[in-house]
């Protein structure tokens, strides 16, 4: 038996007051669409298809699933009218119908709808899920008959005593497919808004005899649709907690989970520390053993075992085993640090090689560089890779002692075991073993 879903994209948002669509605002580094793909696909729906609106059809490959315009917002029964005449009739198989702008949902609840399609007596026509809700509140409320749902009696038109009712219909569906095609095909427009609604087809099904079975989400949360910036922080929160808690049972210490910031899909290795005001994101990768912040922010870093990053930004690098950055370092742009590194504070390093064992301690720029093993940096030397037109390279050698406040003026290289005095200027290349100092450098008499 197949399962097929469609997620239903096309709302303008225009409570989020934004020219970007609803559902590719983010949480956690991911647009909320992306949860609801990745739920629906760990469930195993076979295919998937989003309803989408002009602005959000132009980004919709990025997620990998088929885009189809809601050209007129008609309502969300027109919506899943125009997903339907796309999609070819497979008679015994299983609709899902999902909303985009509900990136909490887990995969258990799809599998849980699906699953009381299959284990019903009966054959239910449609699978529903509910939940309960505080109270008071504006959704509709679900009016049970035994176990299966009787009505959804909207709040507006509730009695006082229904409004008493703490079950809500979540918007979460899978159907029948013959019996949605039926069911949608007999949907109106006769009402104030002139719209066709998909939760007329609960009326429907059970007005010609057929049942609707509710399957009641564990929490609230799980199916909250974002409306507006206030209920994305909402959801934004509840799903740092619910990664913080998933990496936390993988092995990792996180400090105080409520000021740490991770994203899905990271690699954390066991026992890894990550102190409080950290930031961690774009598939970064972090060994075993390391010490993570406080006040550190990595993006698509990744880090080999027993680093230590303090008050300090990696961005598009990698760093050796036994490395020590910070405090108030960054590194950037394809940088990579061997094995045994120490990077200190107010230190930053731009598309730069640094070999096993070099030493960079305090207020350095190294851009465009390539140092060779044991090397010292002294504090205050900088790399002038840009000469106004071009960027350029810096090759410094094994063993090379850089003076405090050096200049190096690329491109330029410094040989292996060379030294340059506090203050030089170099502008031509050092041979290996000499030392230079002054404005320009010029070699020191050998003793």
């Not at 989003?50 to 007129?72: K, M, P, Y």
């Not at 159907?175 to 104030?192: I, K, M, P, S, W």
Request: charged residues 25%; proline residues 4%; glycine residues 10%.
């Amino acid at each position: 038996m197949r399962v097929r879903a469609i997620v239903l994209a096309a709302g303008k948002g225009t409570r989020m007051k934004s020219a970007t669509p609803k559902v590719l605002h983010e949480l956690c580094g991911r647009p909320m669409l992306w949860y609801v793909l990745r739920a629906l696909r760990d469930a195993g729906v076979d295919e998937m298809v989003v309803v989408t609106n002009d602005d959000l059809q132009l980004r919709i490959e990025e997620f990998g699933v088929r885009g189809i315009v809601q050209r007129e917002q008609l309502g969300t029964g027109h919506a899943v009218q125009v997903a339907l005449r796309e999609l070819p009739h497979e008679p015994g198989s299983r609709i899902v119908i999902a909303y985009g702008d509900m990136p909490l949902v887990h995969d258990e609840i799809f599998c849980g709808i699906v699953g009381s399609l299959q284990s019903q007596n009966g054959s239910p026509a449609l699978a529903m899920v509910t939940v309960k809700m505080p109270l008071p509140s504006n959704f509709g409320r679900v009016i049970r008959k035994g176990h299966d749902v009787e009505r959804i009696v909207e709040a507006r038109d509730a009695t006082p005593a229904q409004l008493e009712v703490d079950e809500m219909n979540a918007g979460i569906y899978a159907y029948d497919e013959t019996a949605l095609r039926e069911a949608v095909g007999r949907l109106t427009n006769d009402n104030a808004q002139g719209e066709y609604y998909l939760t007329d087809t609960i009326a429907d099904f059970v007005q010609s005899g057929k049942r609707v079975v509710p399957v009641m989400a564990g929490d609230h949360l799980h199916v909250l649709g974002i409306n507006d910036r206030v209920e994305l922080a909402i959801a934004r929160k509840e799903m740092n907690k619910r990664l913080c808690a998933q990496y936390m049972r993988e092995g990792v210490t996180i400090i105080d989970p409520d000021t740490t910031y991770v994203e899905p899909e990271l690699e954390i290795g066991r026992d890894t520390v990550i102190y409080p005001n950290s930031t961690i994101g774009r598939l970064s990768r972090i060994g075993e053993r390391c010490v993570i912040g406080p006040n550190a922010r990595l993006s698509n870093a990744t880090l080999a075992d027993r680093v230590t990053v303090r008050e300090s930004v990696i961005s598009d690098s990698s760093v050796g085993s036994d490395v020590h950055i910070g405090p108030f370092a960054h590194l950037r742009s394809e940088t990579v640090l061997a094995e045994k590194v120490h990077i200190g504070n107010f230190v930053e390093v731009k598309n730069s090689k640094l070999a096993e064992h070099v030493k960079a301690g305090h207020l350095t720029y190294l851009g465009d560089a390539e140092i060779g093993p044991n090397a010292n940096i002294g504090a205050g030397t900088i790399t002038c890779n840009y000469d106004g037109i071009r960027k350029n390279k810096t090759k410094i050698g094994r063993n090379a002692f850089i003076g405090s406040n050096t200049s190096l003026i690329a491109p330029v290289t410094v040989g292996d075991d060379a030294l340059t005095g506090a203050s030089a200027v170099v502008t031509k290349d050092v041979p290996a073993g000499e030392r230079v100092a002054g404005n320009p450098a010029r070699a020191l008499p050998k003793k």
